[in-house]
């Protein structure tokens, strides 16, 4: 039976790179806002597609039911970067933030939980934190709440759906994506994050990418629970004094 993989965020950075890991794996089903790259992504992986913002809670899980009657897993990849002082944030800052990460996570697993179930095997969910959630960094109220809310919701769905489905989180650093490309477009800037990295790197999507494949695969069939850093070394060292 050929697995299939939903990937909610499939045209991101990190999303694409997992969907192009996950397409030698079985079938990649794709779920976005952008018609058009969505439409080329799953033409070159041989995949599906369906267009949906996670906000609205029917139009995803009509993209998810469109997956078909069972998923070997499912990947949230959606994300916000709004770096503020909290003497800046607004309620809506927060709404806003909490819905895309959080609330867009949890409508995605509920709707997928059946398919997730009706699967042979066990199936997988990743979902997608932040270093910032166990460092605490400046500015980062609003991430750190919406993706602090995403570890403590893995570590429940991981308790509660054992042992027919798995549920694990990866907490990336600073990754070279679309997103992060306000961040990352500074050349002064972007070297000066990366020296803070043990490896003296920003992360590239593909390196979260690995690590995503592979917790969605049945090699990581004992592996769940699990926050894990794909971080370049920042949650743990410090290399410089």
Known sequence: MTKTYVIVGGTGGIGTALARR???QGKVHLIGR??????????????????????DRAALEAAITAAGPAISG???????????????????????????????AFRAV?????????????SSILLFSTVA??????SHVLISMAKGAIEGMMLSLAAELAPKVRVNCIA???TKTPLAEELT???????????LHAMQRLGEADDVAALGAFLMSEEASWITGQVIGVDGGRATLRTKG
């Open 22 to 24: 996950l397409a030698g």
């Open 34 to 55: 952008d018609a058009g790259k969505l439409e080329a992504l799953a033409g070159e992986l041989s995949g599906s597609f369906a267009v949906a913002d996670v906000t």
């Open 74 to 104: 499912l990947c949230y990849a959606v994300g916000t970067i709004n770096l503020k002082p909290v003497s800046r944030i607004t309620d809506d800052d927060v709404t806003r933030n909490f819905e895309l990460n959080a609330l867009g």
């Open 110 to 122: 509920q709707a997928a939980l059946p398919a997730l179930k009706h699967g042979e095997g066990v």
């Open 133 to 138: 959630v166990a460092q605490g960094f400046s």
């Open 172 to 174: 990336p650093s600073l």
């Open 185 to 195: 477009s500074s050349e002064q800037m972007a070297t000066a994050i990366a020296g």
